[in-house]
Every structure is written in structure tokens, then in C-alpha cells.
């Protein structure tokens, strides 16, 4: 199988890399070491412990909504965030992190403003918008930014 033929997907509860037919990525699937389902349609809960599997060792890109807890425009684009991951998925896997309690990583990423979504695809930064977005503009944008990966 060649790469265009499959996709290496990081399970979302083990870390374990996954290899999936891309015909079937639509299809779901789950884990073969812990048997999870592959996609829940839902944005994981990025950490220190999951970040770096996420965002580089998989063939699917990573849109990670840099946010905390303190801030409003960021509680309120979480249901947004949330219904654009069952919208995106499986052409992209969907994460939160917390940016008071994963400074470091945030700090890797430059984060100065939050809410603010960063598009990752092989641990390469591939576009970015800050600002809270209702759920219709984060998939418009998240689509138009995989559209100009490819380009």
C-alpha cells in the first residue's frame, strides 16, 4: 500500500499510530492496539503527553484551537469548535489546548491572542486565524487552508 492509498492515524485514547485504507477513512475504524474508534467527531484534549503524536506522526492534519479557560471569546466558540470536528473529520483531526496549562507548547506556536486556530501537518505550522468563529467559518476556513496545502 502506497501512501496515497492509506493514512497513518494517531489514535485519539492510546497514541498508537494507525495504518487506514484512505477509502476508508469515512468509514471510521478503530484502534488496533486498544480498539477505539478512530473518530469520534468530537476535538480531543491536547497535552504535553499527546501533542507532538498528534501533530506530527500522523498523515492527517491537526487543527488545534489554542484557548483557556478564562477567556469568553474562547468558551464561546467551543460548541462551534466542537461542531466543526464532526464536520471535518476524518479529512483532519480536531484538538483543544489549554493554553495555561500547556504553556510551552503554546509558546512554541507564538500563541499572543485566543482564541486562536493553528492548522499543523507533519509538525509544520500550515495556516492560522485568530479570533472566535461560528461553526459555518471555522470549516470554510479550515477547508480553504487544506486546499492551499495541496496547492
Avoid at 488496533?32 to 506530527?56: E, Y
Avoid at 495556516?127 to 470554510?140: K, L, N, T, Y
Wanted: hydrophobic share 45%.
Amino acid at each position: 500500500m502506497t501512501s496515497l492509498e492509506s493514512k497513518i492515524v494517531v489514535c485519539p485514547s492510546c497514541g498508537a499510530s494507525n495504518r487506514v485504507p484512505t477509502a476508508k477513512l469515512g468509514a471510521g475504524g478503530t484502534c488496533g492496539r486498544c480498539h477505539a474508534a478512530l473518530f469520534t467527531g468530537k476535538p480531543l484534549v491536547l497535552t504535553s503527553a499527546n501533542f507532538d503524536a498528534h501533530a506530527g506522526k500522523g498523515d492527517l492534519p491537526l487543527l488545534v484551537d489554542f484557548w483557556a479557560s478564562w477567556c469568553g471569546p474562547c468558551r464561546q466558540m467551543a460548541p462551534a469548535f466542537e461542531a466543526a470536528a464532526a464536520r471535518l473529520e476524518p479529512m483532519m483531526r480536531l484538538g483543544k489546548l489549554d493554553t495555561e496549562a500547556e504553556q510551552a507548547i503554546a509558546g512554541r506556536y507564538a500563541i499572543r491572542s485566543i482564541p486562536t486556530m493553528v492548522l499543523i501537518h507533519k509538525g509544520r505550522e500550515i495556516a492560522r486565524q485568530s479570533g472566535a468563529m461560528p461553526p459555518q467559518a471555522i470549516v470554510q476556513w479550515a477547508q480553504g487552508a487544506l486546499m492551499g496545502m495541496a496547492g
